[in-house]
């Protein structure tokens, strides 16, 4: 069966402090990951990895992949109170494993 | 461009009953899947829709059905609602027929409350 299991649960930051977030996964036919950002109800798109090694970054976010290990660390750098939110890691299968599978999240919570 | 959209946002149902929810995809997308995400956990895989046909299920039990129009929209239907059914139902699509491992968006959400 799919597993995802992220860590922290939860983490409570100061404003400017930076943050690493930990998702390891054992999926069937491993093709992808994604991270989200939900902080009421849709979850909102970050990255998608595929490749080991390769960071991906959007402003202070960054993302990386170890395939080999099975996990992916999503960094945040300075960070604001608007990255208050749960971030969500979703590995996603091939072959006819379509779907996503997410972990319980991280819930972040950055104090003024 | 519209994203993914979702309805409705709220509804109360009283145990037993049926509900039926709806989604359209971000256009451009054909392919759309059901998450359901209780309280305090990470949304559960329901099934995906892929040219009209359920092409994967979760382990959701068969109240749980759903289907795809010629359009892309999609529906949810649950019947014989259950108190642990309460929870935020997401529609999430994608674009298989083009990039069959392209970016994943989700909707609003349709908040269920079973009472």
């Known amino acids: 069966e799919d597993k995802v299991v992220q860590s922290p649960l939860s983490l409570v930051v100061h404003e400017g402090d930076t943050v690493t977030l930990n998702c390891s996964y054992e999926?069937?036919?491993?093709?992808?990951l994604l991270w989200y950002k939900q902080e009421k109800k849709a979850p909102t798109f970050l990255f998608m990895l595929?490749?080991?090694?390769i960071e991906k970054k959007s402003g202070r976010l960054s993302s990386i992949l170890d395939k080999k290990e099975l996990f992916s660390i999503l960094n945040i750098t300075a960070t604001q109170t608007g990255d208050s939110a749960i971030y969500l890691c979703a590995p996603r299968g091939g072959g006819s494993n379509y779907k996503l599978t997410f972990g319980k999240g991280t819930l972040l919570t950055v104090n003024p | 461009d519209a994203g993914v959209t979702q309805s409705p946002t709220h509804l109360i149902k009283t145990r037993g009953q049926q509900v039926t929810l709806r989604c359209s995809p971000k256009?451009?997308?054909?392919?759309v899947s059901w998450y359901q995400q209780a309280l305090g956990q990470g949304p559960q895989f329901i099934f995906q829709y892929y040219e009209e046909e359920e092409r994967q299920r979760g382990n959701f039990p068969d109240r749980f059905s759903g289907h795809q129009y010629p359009n892309y929209s999609s529906e949810l239907n649950v019947n014989a609602l259950l108190l642990g059914d309460s929870a935020l139902y997401l529609c999430?699509?994608?674009?298989?027929?083009?990039?069959?491992?392209?970016?994943?968006?989700f909707g609003e959400g349709s908040w269920l409350t079973v009472v």
């Open positions: 256009s451009g997308h054909d392919t």
């Open positions: 595929t490749s080991s090694g």
């Open positions: 999430a699509s994608s674009d298989w027929q083009g990039r069959p491992q392209g970016t994943i968006y």
């Open positions: 999926v069937t036919n491993f093709r992808s």
